[in-house]
């Protein structure tokens, strides 16, 4: 279990809490709006009504002892770059940002931010992936040329084996787990002769372009 922080409690913040205090977490939400305050409160560990733009606010609420805070501040892109600076200030080790244009995803980014979210912008990208790749379940990008992507096998892996497939010399792909979604069993770095069966989802690590030639 772990202590975030979110700032910002709109449709995106909001969400954002809530999901990371029904994983267990402790969460201080905080919003200088009451009804977003009170309409969170129930999933978070502690909801504030403030002005998170304040470093003593923050200072006060234990945010340098934070392991991460998102920044949801809507349109008011100096409010999330003035608390940026302010986390920044706290030492909080990962500082995850909403921005609202690329130009101030890079004025954050150079303030400190370790991670800037573009909402429509991300969405609409995974969005049309979806579309043009729809075995694709979900994408982790881990630098510029390289994912964890979990894929539904295409037909023509089914009932063929890893060594069969040989994805690490045809696709450039490495499995790194296969979970059966009957079952629920999960088998990492699975053996060479497992068999592909149509309710398995396999976790593949490999560059997104490779991985979509190979569930074509």
């Known amino acids: 279990m772990a202590r975030f922080g979110v700032i910002g409690l709109g449709n995106f913040g909001h969400h954002v809490a809530r999901t990371l205090y029904e994983e267990g977490h402790d969460i201080i939400a905080v919003d200088t709006d ?15 009504v ?18 991460a805070v998102v920044v949801s501040t809507g349109d008011r892109s100096h409010i999330a770059t003035l608390i940026t600076l302010y986390l920044k200030e706290l030492r909080v ?10 130009d101030h995803g890079r004025i954050l980014e150079k303030l400190g931010a370790t991670d800037i979210i573009f909402p429509e912008k991300d ?12 075995n694709i379940i979900e994408h982790i990008p881990l ?28 696709y450039r792909i490495t499995v790194l787990g296969i ?3 009957l079952t629920d069993e999960f088998i990492a770095l699975p053996p060479a002769q497992r068999l592909i069966r149509d309710s398995d989802i396999l976790i593949l690590a490999g560059r997104p372009e490779d991985v979509e030639e190979a569930c074509k």
């Open 179 to 181: 979970r059966d979604v």
């Open 143 to 170: 630098g510029e040329d390289f994912a964890i992507t979990e894929v539904s096998p295409p037909r023509k892996f089914i009932g063929k084996s890893l060594v069969e497939l040989d994805m690490r010399n045809r």
């Open 34 to 48: 009451r009804d977003h305050v009170q309409a969170v409160k129930d999933y978070a560990t502690v909801a504030l």
């Open 123 to 134: 969405m609409a990208i995974r969005t049309a992936k979806t579309l043009a790749a729809p």
């Open 50 to 67: 403030g002005d998170a733009a304040n470093k003593e606010f923050l200072v006060n609420h234990g945010f340098s002892d934070l392991a």
């Open 93 to 102: 080790p990962r500082i995850v940002v909403k921005a609202i244009s690329e």
